[in-house]
C-alpha cells in the first residue's frame, strides 16, 4: 500500500501560530495533495504538487515535497481557529487514476 | 454552482436490509469514486469509474457494490449491512485525460453517514 503517514496524528496551537503538518509515503508517485476535512463533512481540496516540484504556495499555505525521502509538509501561517480541521495528505501512482489518503493530522487553533 | 451532491446527508439502516446511496455531479467529469470512512480514521477507496469502466480495490467486501448508469450518477449498494459498515461514505470527481493522473483535486461531496442499527 502507498498509504500515507501523517505526523503528527493531532496538534494544537493558538491562534497566529503557524502549524506545520508532514506526511510521509512508500511508493513513487505523480503528484501529492494535501485535503481539509471539517468534522463530519466531505474533503475539500487544498493544494496539489506535482512531483517535478519542491515547493508551491496558496494563500497561507506553504506545501514542500521530497521526493527522495518521499515525504511531504503542509505548513499553514498565522492560523485562524477557522482553520480548526482535519488534514489528510493524498497521493497518486504513476499510471493510476486513484487517490490514497494518509492517516490526517487533527489541527485544533484555540483563540 | 458545479458540484458533487450525495443524498441523504444521514441514512439510517437496519442490519441485513440493503441500502443504497446515491452521489450526482454536475462538473462532467469522468471519474467518479466511492470512499468510505470510518470515525478519525483515513477515506478508503472502494472502487471507481473511469468512464463506464468499474474498477473494484481486492479488499473491498463483496457487499459493496456500485452502478454508474450515466456520466452524472452514481449509485452505492450496500447489500446486507453490518454493524461494520457504518461510516461515512464519500463520492468524489475527478478529470482524467487519457492515462494522465489529474492536474486538479478532487471534487468530494459532503458525504452520507450510514448508521446500522
Known amino acids: 500500500s502507498q498509504q500515507g503517514e501523517e505526523d503528527p496524528q493531532a496538534l494544537s496551537i493558538q491562534e497566529g501560530e503557524n502549524a506545520t503538518m508532514n506526511c510521509s509515503y512508500k511508493t513513487s508517485i505523480n503528484n501529492l495533495q494535501w485535503y481539509r476535512q471539517n468534522s463530519g463533512r466531505g474533503l475539500v481540496h487544498l493544494i496539489l504538487?506535482?512531483?517535478?516540484?519542491r515547493e508551491k504556495h496558496s494563500g497561507r499555505l506553504r506545501v514542500t515535497l521530497d521526493t527522495s525521502k518521499k515525504s511531504s509538509s503542509l505548513l499553514i501561517t498565522a492560523s485562524r481557529a477557522a482553520d480548526t480541521a482535519s488534514y489528510f495528505c493524498?497521493?497518486?501512482?504513476?499510471?493510476?487514476?486513484?487517490?490514497?489518503f494518509g492517516t490526517g493530522t487533527r489541527l485544533q487553533v484555540f483563540p | 454552482d458545479a458540484m458533487v451532491i450525495q443524498n441523504p446527508r444521514y441514512q439510517v439502516t437496519q442490519f441485513g436490509k440493503p441500502v443504497t446511496l446515491s452521489c450526482s455531479q454536475t462538473?462532467?467529469?469522468?471519474?467518479m469514486y466511492w470512499y468510505q470512512q470510518k470515525s478519525s480514521q483515513a477515506p478508503k477507496l472502494l472502487f471507481h469509474y473511469y468512464d463506464k469502466d468499474f474498477n473494484n480495490e481486492a479488499d473491498t467486501p463483496d457487499n459493496f457494490q456500485s452502478r454508474r448508469p450515466n456520466t452524472s450518477f452514481c449509485f452505492l449498494d450496500i447489500r446486507s449491512p453490518g454493524l461494520g459498515d457504518a461510516a461515512m461514505y464519500l463520492c468524489a470527481t475527478s478529470v482524467l485525460q487519457g492515462a494522465f493522473t489529474p492536474n486538479y483535486g478532487y471534487t468530494f461531496g459532503s458525504g452520507t453517514r450510514l448508521t446500522v442499527v
Open positions: 504538487i506535482r512531483s517535478n516540484e
Open positions: 462538473l462532467n467529469h469522468n471519474v
Open positions: 493524498a497521493t497518486d501512482g504513476y499510471n493510476t487514476d486513484k487517490l490514497i
